[in-house]
Each structure stands twice: as structure tokens, then as C-alpha cells.
């Protein structure tokens, strides 16, 4: 599976947009990208995935650029309750049953 | 709330004892998997059950066990405790059972372990 690189921190001004990037530049054709997040020591909450194109849900968008090669995650109003560890994870078939967590990036959130 | 529960929220324990973690998956999900999450290593996949049966291993210790019940509940048993099995140890589930990179894992609140 493709690794991931990511910011180790990023400060986001509250109710701004926070755009989280991570590069995977050897992601394969069939890998998709995953973002968690974990609030302070709580377990791990889901945000979105994506493949090709993007994606939005109700928290967050993911952008994963052309050739596929890197992402960002936006969190398009901040608030305080953001301030959390954001961890890009790129699952194929190589490791399917589990997730393979990274340092993440740490997002604080200010007022 | 993600539905998957996690049973005891803290534990704390002497070196040489066992004890049990429990974890309930959220409401239709046959796949539970067990990660460890400590300060030096991070969050790394221990084990994965479906269905009742053993899926899928990673970085487990062989003190360490899990089982999944009938109700599809599962148990994390670690015995013999050293210090460094303190941590925070998080279940996770999914519906199916191959954990396919398709497959959204979703993960309950975690049990601290402090062992003194």
C-alpha cells in the first residue's frame, strides 16, 4: 500500500475553512483514501473516502487531485470542536482488514 | 457515537495479571477488529475476527488473545502483563468480512489500560 506523508501540525483561525493536505505519490490505481480523526485520545471517527473523484459529505470534502497522487481534506467551517489528529490513510488490497495509522497531522483550531 | 460500545472505559492493573476488554459492534456489523494505540507506537492493528472466526492478524503479542462470541460481541484477553501494555485499546467494526479497502471501519471509545 502507498504511503502517505502529512504536515506534522497547521493552526486554522475558527469558523475558516481548514484544507489538510496529504501527498500519497505512489498510490496505486485501485487504493483509496481514507481520513480519520481522533479528538484528543477518544476512538478514531470516520470522515470520508474517496477514489478518483471527489467527495462531501456532511462533515468534510475530499479533493484528491488528477493523477491521483495527493488530497486534501476540508473542513469547510472550523470550530473549536476540530481541534483534533487528522490521519490520511491509503487502504488497497495489500491491506484490506486493517488500517495502517500514520503520525497524522495535528489541526488546532483557534479563536 | 459511532454504535460500536467498549467495555471497561479504564482499567488498571498490577504487572502479571490478566485481564479482559470487551467490545459490542454497532448493530449489523459481522467484523470486529482490535487496535492498540500507545505513546511510542502509535495506533497498530492487533487482530480481526469475523463471524467467529479469526480473520486477519497483525502486531499481537502471543499473551494476547481475542475470541468473537455468538452474539458477535468479542473479548481481548491479555495476560501476564508487562508495563508497556499500558495503552489505549480500541475495537472497531465493519458489515463484511473480507475488511476490503471498500469496507468503512467505524470504532468504539476505547479502554485505557494503565498497568502498574
Known amino acids: 500500500d502507498a504511503k502517505t506523508t502529512q504536515p506534522t501540525s497547521m493552526d486554522c483561525a475558527e469558523g475558516r475553512a481548514a484544507n489538510l493536505p496529504c501527498n500519497h505519490s505512489t498510490i496505486s490505481g485501485n487504493e483509496y483514501v481514507y481520513w480519520y480523526r481522533q479528538i484528543h485520545s477518544q476512538g478514531p471517527q470516520y470522515i470520508i473516502h474517496?477514489?478518483?473523484n471527489n467527495e462531501t459529505n456532511e462533515m468534510a470534502s475530499l479533493i484528491i487531485t488528477e493523477d491521483r497522487k495527493s488530497s486534501t481534506l476540508i473542513l469547510p467551517h472550523a470550530t473549536l470542536r476540530d481541534t483534533a489528529v487528522y490521519y490520511c490513510i491509503v487502504r488497497g488490497l495489500m491491506s484490506g482488514n486493517k488500517l495502517v495509522f500514520g503520525a497524522g497531522t495535528i489541526l488546532r483550531v483557534k479563536s | 457515537d459511532s454504535g460500536v460500545t467498549q467495555t471497561p472505559k479504564h482499567l488498571i492493573t498490577a504487572t502479571g495479571q490478566r485481564v479482559t476488554l470487551r467490545c459490542s459492534p454497532r448493530?449489523?456489523?459481522?467484523?470486529v477488529y482490535w487496535y492498540q494505540q500507545s505513546l511510542d507506537q502509535g495506533l497498530q492493528f492487533l487482530i480481526q475476527y469475523y463471524n467467529g472466526e479469526e480473520r486477519a492478524k497483525g502486531n499481537i503479542l502471543e499473551r494476547f488473545s481475542a475470541q468473537q462470541f455468538p452474539d458477535l460481541h468479542s473479548e481481548l484477553n491479555l495476560s501476564s502483563l508487562e508495563l508497556g501494555d499500558s495503552a489505549l485499546y480500541f475495537c472497531?467494526?465493519?458489515?463484511?468480512?473480507?475488511?476490503?479497502?471498500?469496507?468503512?471501519?467505524?470504532f468504539g471509545p476505547g479502554t485505557r489500560l494503565l498497568v502498574l
Open positions: 448493530s449489523g456489523d459481522l467484523s
Open positions: 472497531a467494526s465493519s458489515v463484511g468480512a473480507s475488511g476490503s479497502h471498500q469496507e468503512t471501519q467505524y
Open positions: 474517496g477514489l478518483k
